[in-house]
């Protein structure tokens, strides 16, 4: 890792920039909950929670950056969160609202977080360019951590449901 930008610095960066993309998106009330280094553990995707808020599977979405400094930031969003921030940020009822149409609205909300960041890190003379955003969807994924030398877990609460940010650098 570059020794212009700490580790503490880097999570500072991941919580505001969640929190400003969710704001000004969605009007959403972000705040960090919790944050765990899963560096050389096995990372499964969060447990879905489906007595609390009745989320049978999950979207994965993930936005790459590559430049002086690479990695992957990803977002975890049950489908009960996914579509009501669906539902806040395109207007359409949550009972019209189709996975198609959700899976945009999660990549992009990725693109955007992985934008904030990215462009938080560019500010500090490490310039980047992002990838395309990705989603999944499924009960239970597991990311394959080969060439990172970092990644950090990060938990929020947004409006009563926890959702979950992953940040993965890749070894120098």
């Known amino acids: 890792m570059s020794a212009s930008v700490t580790t503490q610095q880097l999570n500072d960066f991941v919580s505001r920039s969640l929190t400003k993309v969710l704001k000004t998106m969605a009007w ?13 553990k096995q990372s499964l995707s969060p447990k879905l929670d489906s007595e609390k808020d009745g989320s049978t599977r999950m979207f994965a979405a993930s936005v790459g950056f590559a430049g002086d400094l690479n990695g992957v930031c990803y977002l975890f969003l ?17 009972e019209k609202l189709e996975d198609d149409t959700v899976r945009d609205v999660c990549g992009e909300l990725t693109n955007m977080f992985a934008g904030t960041f990215k462009n938080t890190l560019a500010d500090l003379g490490l310039p980047s360019t992002l990838t395309i955003p990705t989603v999944m969807q499924g009960k239970r994924m597991s990311i394959s951590t080969a060439g990172t030398s970092s990644q950090t877990r990060f938990a929020f609460d947004v409006d009563g449901y926890r959702i979950h940010a992953d940040l993965l650098l890749a070894g120098h």
């Open 78 to 94: 049950s489908d009960s969160f996914a579509y009501y921030i669906s539902n806040i940020i395109t207007g359409i009822d949550r």
């Open 28 to 40: 959403a009330k972000c705040e960090l909950h919790s944050f765990e280094s899963y560096s050389g």
